[in-house]
């Protein structure tokens, strides 16, 4: 049965990028608390920790998102769950996502002079001190921007959970153009609806960026 | 567990998924060469075209980058055909790959034009330099050593992102594998077997572009996909 696209289909469309606003945030809730460990563990763990965590994101960053995604999908079912795509895209773009942002908060440690940690040693701190007052607030100004541009990397990325069922913006496109038959009035609204979503995030990140480009070299 | 991991009927399958892999490195490499060529002249024409110019490829820019992957291979494959061209999945895999590459890198081509001071460009005119030497020896081999990392980050994440074309049903590794997948129900095994290939192309495909790097630079450069994410880390001094 063909029919034309209506105007409820364009609410279909909305509810659908309510999930992947949803999945946004959860995968990047527990990818941003896998990140910090990554971070952690690579800046002040010990040899091995530091070893596994290098490893961890350098395999991460090797594969594509789209075979992590069909790792979890067909591992998770492999263990037994019979989960929705909703946890196994959940988990791909977490994994995903921690990878990304350990290296991003790595960075943006690393990027303190090593005057600010000496001379935060130098008044007795210790190291849990000397990381909540002096080094994080200055890093989390640094990190802010691209964690922000990460966020809309993150939203982009999440269209391949479509790839698995989970129904998502991209994945209710498809839907719509296999009954419908209208992919280009179908998919340019879908682009639209995502350039509304990250457009915002990704110019915010870019003047956060100058602004503190600007701070520095003042 | 009543699950017995079964990797026999999968490898039997190697010369199917080392036919993808050939496939997949065309594919790959066609696009990031095209894409990186158009990245090249659409930063040229941002930082040396007139107003008008700059803005229409800002528009290009930022209309990509905002918008997934997928949907703009959707676009391409099923849009195409309405403008009269007919074209096979591959190819409008690979236009959608080039059009995407091709706005990434010309964000990172301009920010590394504008890090070449006009000084420079005015001692290359004092120097009597034709403006193609100019462009060549003074704007774009400089510039291509400050973004080399960041360009070997956003391309890395090209090839990658080619196991997406299979959604469109272009042949590569992926659509092999999800084949080889549907037809011996071996779902684990074969992606776990494709994962390792993919991981073992990519991290070659990197040591690749750090021997490119000591050919072109003689110098070791950092060039992690990361870089990219934290422009601010990196161009802090020693």
């Known amino acids: 049965m063909m029919r034309t696209f209506m105007i409820t289909d364009l609410y279909f469309l909305l509810y659908a990028a309510g999930w992947t606003v949803i999945i946004t945030l959860v995968s990047f809730c527990f990818g941003g608390i896998l990140g910090l460990a990554i971070a952690l563990a690579k800046l002040f763990g010990g040899k091995i920790p530091r070893l596994i965590a290098t490893a961890f994101v350098e395999l991460l960053q090797s594969t594509p998102v789209l075979m992590l995604l069909f790792l979890s999908f067909y591992g998770l079912n492999y263990l037994g769950f019979r989960l929705p795509p909703f946890i196994a895209a959940g988990a791909a773009l977490s994994l995903f996502a921690g990878a990304f942002l350990g290296e991003i908060w790595r960075g943006s440690i690393e990027a303190i002079e090593k005057s600010q940690w000496e001379a935060s040693e130098a008044l007795a701190m210790t190291r849990f001190q000397q990381c909540r007052y002096i080094i994080f607030p200055q890093a989390i100004r640094i990190a802010l921007a691209p964690t922000i541009g990460f966020l809309a990397q993150l939203i982009k990325n999440t269209s391949i959970a479509a790839l698995i069922g989970f129904v998502e913006i991209t994945r209710a496109g498809q839907i719509l153009n296999n009954m419908t038959f209208q992919p280009f009035l179908i998919f340019s609204l879908v682009a639209v609806i995502y350039f509304v979503i990250c457009y915002p995030l990704s110019a915010y990140s870019q003047r956060l960026e100058e602004k503190l480009n600007a701070s520095r070299s003042a | ?238």
Not at chain 2, 3 to 17: A, D, G, I, K, N
Not at chain 2, 28 to 56: E, F, K, N
Not at chain 2, 103 to 128: C, K, M, N
Not at chain 2, 176 to 199: D, M, P
């Open chain 2, 1 to 238: 567990m009543a699950y017995q991991m079964q990797f026999r009927s999968v490898l039997q399958r190697m010369p199917e998924l080392m036919d993808g892999v050939i496939l997949t490195i065309q594919l790959g490499s066609t696009a990031i060469a095209l894409g990186l060529t158009v990245g090249v002249v659409g930063a040229a024409g941002r930082s040396y075209g007139p107003r008008w110019l700059d803005r229409c490829i800002g528009g290009y820019v930022e209309v990509i980058r905002n918008t997934p992957l997928l949907v703009q291979l959707f676009l391409v494959f099923f849009g195409l055909p309405l403008l009269g061209f007919r074209v096979s999945a591959n190819t409008a895999a690979l236009v959608g790959l080039v059009v995407n590459l091709g706005a990434y890198s010309t964000e990172i081509f301009r920010s590394g034009f504008q890090a070449i001071v006009p000084a420079q460009i005015q001692a290359g005119i004092a120097l009597a330099m034709s403006p193609w030497q100019i462009f060549r020896h003074v704007i774009f081999f400089p510039a291509l050593k400050i973004v080399y990392p960041a360009l070997v980050g956003q391309v890395t994440l090209t090839f990658l992102s080619t196991s997406i074309v299979s959604a469109i049903s272009a042949a590569e590794l992926t659509s092999v594998a999800n084949t080889i997948e549907s037809q011996t129900f071996r779902s684990l095994e074969t992606y776990i077997i494709v994962t390792i290939i993919y991981v073992v192309m990519t991290l070659l495909f990197r040591f690749l572009c750090w021997l490119l790097a000591q050919v072109l630079f003689g110098s070791v450069r950092d060039y992690r996909i990361s870089r990219r994410l934290t422009p601010v880390a990196t161009e802090v001094a020693p």
